[in-house]
């Protein structure tokens, strides 16, 4: 039991950042207002639950404009993916 424990990731302990990277992981990216409206979160919280991920280089933050409006894109890193699967299989492994 506790070896399956240690393959659990804190980084996606909390439901905002497990949805983050759930839509990462079947979209190529996507926009911080789609997340938004997704998880019905409010700017703040996305805010701070992305830098988190962020931080651990698990997402990847690409800036442009559009229209002369700004427009911020995420997607998932490879070391992201990778120990978002390990985490999943985690759970299964846990749930079995």
Known sequence: MKHILD???KAFEN???LGIMSALMVNDSVEFKS????????????ASHLKAL????YIAV???F???????KYSAT???RKAFKKHIEA????LK
Request: proline content about 3%.
């Open 62 to 64: 690409t800036k442009e």
């Open 91 to 94: 759970i299964e492994n846990l």
């Open 35 to 46: 997340l938004k409206h997704l998880l019905k979160v409010t700017d703040g919280n996305l």
């Open 15 to 17: 439901r905002v950042r």
């Open 66 to 72: 559009l229209d002369r409006k700004p427009n911020t």
């Open 7 to 9: 393959n659990l990731d």
């Open 78 to 80: 490879d070391s992201g």
């Open 54 to 57: 962020e931080k651990v280089n």
